[in-house]
């Protein structure tokens, strides 16, 4: 089974049967059940036991990666395909059983490359922005933070704006980490998002579909309890160092909840986040200051009920009570151009 593994990364040219100039390649991968052979690597890899010591797994789960990316990028015929028939899903059911493995290099790669996937992007800082070492300072986390800032408003690296290509992605990555449970991972997943929210205002629109504005301030809830445990036992320097992380955790969690609630939240999350602004003490009923905080920000969402389309996309609207006019309302229709013969920059960016 090693030297099966071994094989998958032999090849120099691994990306040339789908990276040609050939648009055909790419049907041709989905008619020949590419995506179901890419599933079937991760699921075999996930059934082996033997020691490792080369790191031939984790560079054939970086191809499988790779792999997959050029397969959906720019080519909507396999997007559809890989959403309908082979589904998200499956993709997360193959990794489980490599992310609970208690190897954690083999772990926070994989959420790199979901990173990378969701962004179609293998370059650096993304392909190893979850790398590394357990236990560190949050600090470490700043940094490399402060590495994906600097390319918030730079272009990708198909001229366009740094976008969240495949929201699924963001989800299997979203869950994976919660799952962790690990507090480094948590924070640098909290801190990208917010980085990538104000990228263009498509990011907000996909991370807001996302249904996790339950999660977020549930955390958030969290911290603001382990806070105030902390309080209460100030006598360490270790004990101080907790509240400095958790302050930070906390903060981050705020904006990012702040963000999320700019594009408005379902019911659920609303009647959720009011019930927790009111809080029993004593046998009174007070306002959590920090809540009505979350919530005088949320009612001034900056955003009216819209759609957001990219690539090939149409709303269809039927004409079920025979309207004879636009809604009473109106309707704004708000369009970015792009000429291929001019420089990405100087063309018109609503978002």
Known sequence: MQQDVTSLNSPPNSMAIINGDEPRTKAVFRELDGFLSLLSVLSTLSSTSFADTEGNTEECVRLVFLVLT????????????????????SVGQALDALVTRPVPDLRLLIFSHLLSLALEDFAAPFDAFFSFAEGMDLEVVDKKIGEVKAMKESVDINGGRRMIRHAPAIRLLWDFVHNSGQRQTCYALYKVLEVLFGACHRNGCVLSSLAIVGD??????????????????????ESEKEKINLEKEKHVLQRLLRRL???????????????????HEDGKEKLDTDILEVIRFGMKSRWVGHFSLEGRASVVITDEYKWKALPKDGMSLLVCLVSRDIPFYFCLKPF
């Open 70 to 89: 050029e397969a959906l990028n720019g080519c909507m015929s396999n997007q559809v395909y890989f959403q309908s028939k082979v589904g998200w899903e």
């Open 216 to 237: 977020v301030f549930k955390r958030f809830q969290d911290v603001r309890l382990s806070l105030n445990v902390t309080d209460d036992h100030q006598d360490s320097d």
């Open 261 to 279: 609630l700019e594009l408005g939240a379902n019911t659920t999350e609303a009647r959720r986040i009011f019930q927790a602004a009111v809080i």
